[in-house]
């Protein structure tokens, strides 16, 4: 079954232009960047995003294989009240899976400019083939 890493929300991002040193570098200075493609996403260590700017995060499936193409799904909940803000359906993260490798790194990006200021609650979905595998979810603060 596919399963879901915690959702790391950015501080910044940035493109990489050549992967392989970066990760060269990285393990030297004993981390694991969060590279999804060519785009290193640097975690806040909060949950906080500022409404004014488009809200990046990040997250690894762990895809095990199958049949059909691997997706996600991001749900934006309003806690308090259940109201469903925002609902992507769902969406191919194919061209991020690397060759021999079951992890599928995934850059994200929140469309917390739509939100009034308040505590969501984050919801993403990892299927196969119309298939619900995972759900992982986080609680998110839109100032």
């Not at 990046?56 to 909940?77: C, H």
């Not at 984050?122 to 839109?142: F, K, M, P, Y």
């Amino acid at each position: 079954a596919m399963q879901l890493s915690g959702l790391a929300i950015a501080a910044e991002t940035r493109q990489v232009l050549n992967v392989a040193a970066a990760l060269d570098e990285a393990l030297l200075q004993d981390h694991r960047p969060l590279l999804a493609g060519t785009l290193e996403t640097i975690p806040a260590g909060s949950n906080r995003c500022d409404r004014s700017l488009p809200c990046q995060a990040y997250i690894e499936v762990y895809d095990p294989g199958g049949s059909g193409t691997p997706e996600l799904a991001v749900r934006i909940v309003d806690p308090s009240t259940g109201e469903q803000n925002l609902d992507s359906g769902p969406f191919s993260i194919a061209a991020y899976a690397r060759p021999g490798s079951r992890l599928i790194p995934v850059p994200l990006t929140l469309p917390v400019t739509v939100l009034v200021p308040g505590v969501y609650h984050i919801e993403v979905r990892a299927r196969r083939a119309g298939t619900e595998n995972a759900v992982r979810g986080a609680d998110l603060v839109v100032y």
